[in-house]
């Protein structure tokens, strides 16, 4: 197939339009990456993409409009977190999940009855979905698996010869895909993050945005495909979610820790590898350079395909704000390949979790429990009690599990109230312990993050046990950050 390379010109945006209308695939530049784009309503259309990204059926695509309007013509949904979204968000980097029209066709959406939808700011996309006078859908304009496209020469580099036209524009602002939300149930969820956070998102819909429980996972993933595992009925609602992403030619090691640590042990492996002959190549930004990170990152991934890269060592940023969704790409890239710094000394020896609570916190306790064992059977639960929902006092079971910790017989404690309150006050009067009282996965984060708690309580009656699993899973995988927040918590423990 001869490829046409085309400007951001009306003429080109007409004919790249033209080609769009006529069943054919065209990449183009949007504010995010860029994207291969067919006629959403045309299933053969939409097919051709499928084969020319060797993108496998079930990976739902995103279609694209270029006004508000037009969402109406693709869901019979219209609710008033929607309104808020779009009037706030639209055109940008957010694509809602949302119930399909039947007029859609299942080839794209990937099997399902729902529908990803986004309108993007890129004033060139919106041109193009105007001329061309259809939705197109479009997922990145890579061959599947590949980093994501951030300018026209990442296209060419992937696309020439498989697709009709290859629209060439700037350079991506954004440079990690949109954030997907779904609004098809009570509380809007998060299935991919993006530069549109769930801090941000909550703030302006006025409630708790959720993100997606996978999110908060490390899969399992497959040694013969490099695939997550996963239950071969699961039909993803948004791309990324099932498949291998973004991956670079070379092996990618991630390094997770302090500052100091990391830089440390990079630079030690570092002049080991070079040592040995193999080319190395360093991904290393601060904490405040989370945007700057995402702008980036894929086009350092595939300039380190072209530079025939041997092994990529990278720093793994604050899963917080932007850094969670530069990190759930950067994770994928290296296959989970992580090596955790904090976790490295006594690493093989199991850890420890007291658990206590009264009645009103024996019901979630339980199901606390049961979650932790199916998650990681290597750890050891120690259950101090209560066993039953007949009333008992909290400040027993609150100093029990506190003396646990602060003794060393447990690494880290979880304590249950009907609330968390009292029960977290009662162990925090043992000196050396640190317990937060965590209502939502961004406490659980920060509570590790910041003030490095290894208790934490939680409320039977006021958290589901869905959201208390969210946030233990959270708590347990966060890392303290170190630095000035050590100074502040070697002054908790004095006082």
């Not at 312990?433 to 996965?441: A, D, E, I, N, Q």
Request: hydrophobic share 35%.
């Amino acid at each position: 197939m001869e490829t046409k390379i085309l400007s951001t010109s009306e003429q080109d945006i007409r004919e790249a339009a033209e080609i769009i209308a006529a069943g054919g695939l065209v990449a183009f530049p949007t504010e995010t990456v860029y994207g291969l784009g067919a006629n959403a309503l045309d299933p053969v259309a939409v097919g051709k993409v499928y084969k020319a990204k060797g993108r496998p059926s079930d990976n739902p695509m995103i279609v694209h409009i270029s006004h508000k309007d037009d969402l109406t013509k693709l869901t019979d949904l219209m609710t008033s977190d929607m309104e808020i979204l779009m009037d706030n968000c639209w055109p940008g980097p957010i694509t809602m999940v949302v119930p399909a029209k039947d007029m859609i066709p299942r080839v794209t959406t990937g099997g399902l009855d729902t529908v990803a939808v986004r309108m993007p700011s890129s004033e060139v996309a919106r041109r193009l979905i105007t001329e061309s006078g259809v939705p197109i859908a479009a997922p990145s304009a890579n061959l599947s698996g590949h980093p994501s496209p951030t300018t026209y020469q990442h296209c060419i580099d992937d696309l020439m010869g498989r697709v009709d036209a290859i629209v060439c524009g700037e350079d991506c602002q954004v440079g990690i895909e949109s954030t997907v939300i779904d609004m098809t149930g009570d509380t809007p969820m998060i299935l991919r993050p993006g530069i549109l956070t769930k801090e941000k998102l909550s703030e302006i819909l006025g409630k708790e945005v959720i993100p997606d429980p996978a999110l908060l996972k490390k899969p399992e993933i497959s040694k013969e495909t490099g695939n997550p595992v996963a239950d071969p009925d699961f039909r993803p609602k948004s791309p990324g979610m099932k498949y291998k992403h973004y991956a670079p030619k070379a092996e990618m090691v991630i390094y997770r820790g302090s500052k100091e640590a990391v830089e440390d042990a990079i630079a030690k492996k570092k002049a080991e590898l070079t040592a040995e002959g193999k080319t190395v190549e360093v991904i290393d930004y601060d904490d405040a350079e989370s945007e700057k990170a995402a702008r980036e990152f894929f086009a350092r991934l595939r300039d380190c395909d072209k530079k025939g890269t041997d092994v990529i060592l990278a720093a793994a940023l604050s899963e917080q704000g932007v850094g969670f969704s530069v990190m759930n790409r950067m994770f994928k890239s290296a296959g989970y390949n992580i090596i955790d710094l904090n976790n490295e000394k006594g690493s093989d020896r199991t850890m420890i979790i007291a658990l206590a609570s009264d009645h009103g916190g024996y019901a979630l306790k339980e199901e606390i429990k049961k979650h932790l064992k199916e998650k990681d059977k290597t750890l050891k639960l120690v259950d101090l009690g209560t066993h039953s929902e007949e009333s008992v006092d909290y400040p027993v079971y609150g100093k029990a599990c506190g003396e646990a910790v602060a003794s060393g017989k447990a690494d880290l404690g979880i304590v249950c109230c009907g609330t968390g309150i009292g029960i977290s006050i009662a162990a925090n009067k043992v000196k050396g312990v640190r317990c937060g009282l965590c209502t939502s996965v961004e406490m659980a984060h920060l509570t590790k993050e910041h003030n490095n708690a290894n208790m934490i309580a939680l409320g039977g009656r006021t958290t589901t046990p869905e959201l208390a699993c969210a946030i233990v899973d959270e708590w347990l995988d966060t890392e303290f950050a170190g630095g000035r927040h050590k100074r502040r918590t070697d002054m908790l423990d004095e006082m």
